[in-house]
């Protein structure tokens, strides 16, 4: 069975800081893993995806994660918090090779950015 | 590409009520899920079609839930009666075989937000 932790529920930064939100994964089969945004009354949005090609992950608005087996995380930055960042973020995992499997979520992460 | 299609936005009953959502999918996926979003969690899977067949329906409230997907297009999710932990977002996705190493993709509809008073 796959599950994902993430560590802190909310997190406050400076306009301008570094982002780190932080997302530990569980999986019995090698896992894709994905990261989405969620704005107020609005949908989930893919923001970037592992699937094992590469390790380190770009997705859009200037985020990227790393994936690292060894420490089984999957952790989001972001050099530089803009307000628009400020939303719900949710790491989510799927049993990557198994084919057409759900995503499991985390509980998610409310960034704050500060003016 | 028309995104998952999902009504009504809003739905205001009282307890014991009956309530239906509906879902539109993108067009060729043949898989669709349903998640349950209550504040402050994270989405967790009622069901999961495959075509018009349940692949998963594990943790779908059996009692008072039911969902069906008729010519494995578009989907309902209704709950009879309601209770007022029933409030909630309920979301619908879709997934799609990628090309190269990506497995597989996923799109969100923007969800029905339900509120049993």
């Known amino acids: 069975a796959q599950s994902v932790t993430q560590l802190g529920s909310h997190v406050s930064v400076s306009e301008g800081a570094l982002v780190l939100l932080r997302c530990n994964y569980s999986?019995?089969?090698?896992?894709?893993l994905f990261w989405y945004v969620q704005y107020p009354n609005q949908g989930l949005q893919l923001l970037l995806k592992?699937?094992?090609?590469?390790?380190l992950v770009k997705g859009i608005n200037g985020f990227e994660a790393e994936f690292k087996k060894s420490e089984t995380s999957f952790h989001l930055t972001k050099p530089s918090a803009h307000m628009s960042d400020a939303a719900e973020y949710f790491c989510?995992?799927?049993?990557?090779?198994?084919?057409?499997?759900?995503?499991?979520f985390g509980k998610g992460t409310r960034l704050s950015v500060i003016a | 590409e028309a995104g998952v299609a999902q009504s009504p936005r809003y739905k205001i009953i009282e307890k014991r009520q009956s309530v239906a959502f509906w879902c539109n999918p993108i067009s060729g996926h043949a898989t669709l899920y349903w998640y349950q979003q209550i504040l402050g969690q994270g989405p967790k899977l009622l069901i999961q079609?495959?075509?018009?067949?349940?692949?998963?329906d594990s943790q779908l409230p059996k009692d008072r839930f039911s969902a069906e997907r008729l010519k494995g297009v578009d989907s309902t999710l209704k709950i009879q009666p309601a209770k007022l932990e029933d409030s909630a977002v309920y979301l619908c996705?879709?997934?799609?075989?990628?090309?190269?190493?990506?497995?597989?993709?996923?799109?969100f509809g923007s969800g029905t937000r339900l509120t049993v008073v």
């Open positions: 079609f495959q075509n018009n067949g349940v692949v998963d």
């Open positions: 999986s019995s089969v090698p896992p894709y």
């Open positions: 592992y699937t094992s090609a590469a390790t």
């Open positions: 996705a879709s997934s799609f075989p990628t090309t190269g190493p990506g497995g597989w993709g996923y799109t």
């Open positions: 989510a995992v799927s049993a990557g090779n198994s084919g057409n499997t759900p995503l499991v």
